[in-house]
């Protein structure tokens, strides 16, 4: 079953720009992830936001979520070549809170 | 820093044979993961343990076991390969079931 869906599926973007993707989930949770994937290599977690949060900053990075919408953003300023990745948002499974579900993907290339 | 090791970078195999992965992790981490990755199908749950000799089915346990005789160590078993698990396998640890994932380089598995 999958949880999230990430949009767009893929961004091309110029260095410097920001890139902003969105996941939407199904049931109610209590915290979302997103992660970030380099060609062929395994997940790297980039930050939680737990549903009681609206919105996390980390870094160039950017989180929002609407629980009313069962949506969340992901906001990368001031994009680098280095940023050109798959970026993932990660929900529990259910509201027993077990494994994380992913969603496809949203492929992120950034150009120089 | 949290190591997650999976014990191929890439492994080719004949249908028919029985097919272990293997993946330590060094935190003392309670839950292990078993993802699958395909294209266009993002990360798939296979299994995952909470606790050693605990597992849990994941979205797509069929073909697959498991194994957790050490907390260190998650074992992914096909106890008869085919060619459509063929496929990029990755292994994930986390302190909390539904928190962070600290994911290894992944196998990819060619199924001849």
């Known amino acids: 079953s999958q949880q999230g869906e990430e949009d767009p599926q893929a961004l091309s973007i110029q260095e410097g720009e920001n890139a902003t993707m969105n996941c939407s989930y199904k049931?109610?949770?209590?915290?979302l992830q997103w992660y970030r994937q380099n060609s062929g290599r395994g997940l790297v977690h980039l930050i939680l936001?737990?549903?009681?949060?609206r919105e996390k900053h980390s870094g160039r990075l950017r989180v929002t979520l609407d629980t009313s919408k069962k949506s969340s953003s992901l906001l990368i300023t001031a994009s680098r070549a280095a940023d050109t990745a798959s970026y993932f948002c990660?929900?529990?499974?259910?509201?027993?809170?077990?494994?994380?579900?992913f969603g496809k993907g949203t492929t992120l290339s950034v150009s120089s | 820093d949290v190591k997650v090791t999976q014990s191929s970078r890439y492994l080719v195999k004949r249908t028919g044979e029985k097919v272990f992965l293997e993946c330590v992790q060094d935190?003392?981490?309670?839950?292990m993961f078993w993802y699958r990755q395909d294209p266009g199908l993002g990360l798939r749950l296979i299994y995952f343990?909470?606790?050693?000799?605990?597992?849990e089915k994941g979205d797509i346990p069929e073909g697959y076991s498991v194994s957790r005789e050490k907390k260190e160590r998650f074992s992914l078993i096909l106890e008869s390969a085919s060619t459509n698990q063929t496929s990029m396998y990755l292994c994930?640890?986390?302190?909390?079931?539904?928190?962070?994932?600290?994911f290894g380089s992944g196998t990819q598995l060619s199924v001849l």
């Open positions: 049931t109610s949770i209590n915290n």
């Open positions: 936001i737990r549903s009681n949060e």
């Open positions: 990660a929900t529990p499974q259910n509201q027993a809170g077990t494994a994380l579900i």
């Open positions: 935190m003392d981490h309670e839950n």
């Open positions: 343990s909470y606790d050693v000799k605990m597992k």
């Open positions: 994930a640890s986390s302190f909390h079931l539904n928190e962070k994932l600290f």
